[in-house]
């Protein structure tokens, strides 16, 4: 095979760790990542148990999913252990809140 990996191939899985989201909702990259963990100096903002206590990465306070704008005034700078636990609860929150499908009272037509 040539030198480049195909485009989107992680070439070095022990070094490498995808934090963006990928969905429909933007992550904070650039100037306003940086303008974001400056003004917290690189501290981390949410300190659950386990927190590492540097910050990497920029967080929505309010997820985009519930409501909240994609600016500077959403962005907290985080650790990825306390980013990790906050992503886990928001989607916990997210399925709780969508309807579960009904199922029909009927029975189905090959059992009758």
Not at 9 to 36: E, P
Request: aromatic residues 4%; positive net charge; charged residues 25%.
């Amino acid at each position: 095979m040539g030198g480049r990996a195909r485009r989107g191939a992680c070439t070095d899985m022990s070094t490498t760790r995808n934090t963006s989201w990928t969905g429909r909702y933007r992550s904070f990259g650039g100037a306003l990542k940086k303008r974001v963990l400056t003004r917290a100096n690189h501290e981390c903002q949410l300190r659950y148990p386990g927190c590492r206590g540097i910050a990497t990465l920029v967080d929505h306070i309010l997820a985009q999913a519930f409501g909240g704008p994609h600016d500077e005034t959403n962005a907290q700078a985080v650790c990825i252990a306390c980013h990790d636990v906050k992503t886990k609860e928001e989607i916990a929150r997210g399925k709780a809140r969508k309807p579960q499908r009904a199922r029909p009272s009927s029975r189905h037509p090959g059992l009758l």
